[in-house]
């Protein structure tokens, strides 16, 4: 192993997550994959070791092991540059998951990460959730659906919850003050048969960043008029 490798392993071990040797490399891999791709492509404000390895690599995976562990099939909406997606799917990756984005360029380079990383069972779709969450091949077809710094809650519930299949769960990454956010989507969580069970806040360690993850569980179907047309969901949110 090299010297980075052990640091991210020694890095993610200090926040209690232990990876094996594979996937320190493939950390790194992603990382120097990521910032080399930046320089010609707008991927991520963050490019040093350290800033990378903890806002992008254990806050994408930060306290959600007991939601991860017993789904199947995870989807991340609005991946971007791959978060929280890739970290996690290097977490388990014995795990389906499927990535998606409105922004093709970035799920091609997300690709050749698959392929460098060599990870199976990791595919990304190109479109927008407002239409992809009409498609029957997605529609309540996964346990978990994550998603971080994509929308305002009222608005990302209505982008994420019909992909989740009834059981399973949605959980949004937000900031430490996040009741406002919380309390405007209510009436949204609801209408698309989704329940609010929990919002775990926390520190992320080794920062003063806070975190609160809003953790929703799907109960019913979602009636088929959601989600709305491309864009009203952001324009006129439920
Ligand atoms: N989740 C990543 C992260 O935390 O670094 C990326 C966040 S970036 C600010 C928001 C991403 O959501 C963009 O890549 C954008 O293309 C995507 N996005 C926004 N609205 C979307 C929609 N309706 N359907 C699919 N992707 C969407």
Do not use: W
């Amino acid at each position: 192993m090299t010297d980075n490798e052990k640091y991210i392993k020694e890095y993610l071990s200090k926040a209690n997550i232990d990876i094996d040797d594979i996937a320190a490399t493939r950390f790194l891999q992603f990382y120097e994959r990521l910032v080399e791709k930046n320089k010609v492509m707008n991927l991520t404000g963050i490019t040093e070791f350290e800033e990378v390895l903890q806002k992008h690599f254990l806050d994408s995976v930060y306290g959600l092991g007991q939601y991860i562990e017993p789904a199947e099939r995870i989807l991340d909406m609005g991946t971007g540059a791959g978060f929280p997606g890739m970290p996690l799917k290097i977490l388990y990756p014995e795990k389906e998951f499927v990535l998606m984005d409105s922004l093709n360029k970035r799920l091609l380079f997300l690709e050749e990460v698959r392929v460098a990383l060599n990870l199976e069972l990791l595919s990304f779709v190109h479109g927008r959730a407002e239409d992809l969450g009409r498609d029957k091949l997605y529609r309540e077809r996964f346990d978990l659906v994550v998603s971080r710094a994509v929308a305002r809650l009222s608005v990302l519930c209505e982008l994420c919850l019909p992909f989740v299949s009834v059981g399973g769960y949605f959980i949004s990454y937000k900031s430490g003050n996040s009741e406002e956010e919380i309390g405007d989507a209510q009436r949204s969580i609801s209408l698309l048969g989704g329940k609010l069970t929990d919002v775990r806040k926390f520190t992320l360690p080794g920062s003063d960043i806070q975190r609160s993850l809003i953790i929703i569980r799907k109960e019913k179907e979602t009636k088929k008029q959601y989600p709305r047309k491309a864009g009203v969901p952001a324009k006129s949110p439920l």
